[in-house]
């Protein structure tokens, strides 16, 4: 791989990551700039509907999203679980409470992200198939707009689990312990199919799916309880 990649000073990758990736990309990245100084990487962070913008007008080298899409032609590698899950304030009612029946968050208000959030697709579809009909409040353009507004009281929110790792540590968020949650989705390397990948992309491909591979190994090992896994959400 080192071969391959000598010589290829000023190689530049272009990526664009899911909002939701973003809590674990630039860590992944920085490992990757300091075992390959020579490469520039641009990073680009937008929800999906941008993401399968940039897939169809071909204008990125790879893309790391939720659900592949299927109106494209793409290659996807699945390599990390992408659970969904119910968020509030610590200090709300429902936030001692075990297996909270999915009818009961009818009478909660739920902030939700912008049209072409795949969150909020995956959540739509969630709820639909069960026939839950939702109380939606303000509609809020980023995670972590969402995470603000629900620290101040204005609705429960539905998050990645990725996006709230500090706000658990720190318990200015709970999760709330709902029947059938969390949502299971995954996140995906993707490109067009056919696309030729340069040197670089393949290496950071090769080394995403290395590095990745233990924490997947580890998921697979202490697999969510059956009744935990749910249809890969939108
Ligand atoms: P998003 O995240 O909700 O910002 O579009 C993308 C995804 O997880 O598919």
Sequence with gaps: VLNRIKGLSGGRLRISVATTANYFIPTLLGTFSRRYPEVTVSLDVTNREALLQQLSENTVDLVIMGQPPSGLDVEA???MENPLVVVAPPE???????K?????L???????RE?????RVAMERFFAEREIHLK?????GSNEAIKQSVQAGLGLGLLSRATIEQELELKRLTVLDVAEFPIMRHWYLVHRRGKRLSA???VFKEFMLKETRALLL???QNPLPPDQKIKKGG
């Excluded at 049209?115 to 969150?119: D, Y």
């Excluded at 939606?136 to 809020?140: F, L, Q």
């Design 77 to 79: 590698e699945v390599f």
């Design 92 to 98: 709300h009612p429902l936030a001692r409470q075990k």
């Design 100 to 104: 909270i029946p999915l009818k009961r």
């Design 106 to 112: 009818q009478e909660e208000v739920f902030l939700v």
């Design 115 to 119: 049209p072409g959030s795949g969150t």
């Design 136 to 140: 939606t409040g303000m509609e809020v």
């Design 200 to 202: 670089v992309v393949e």
């Design 218 to 220: 580890k998921q697979t």
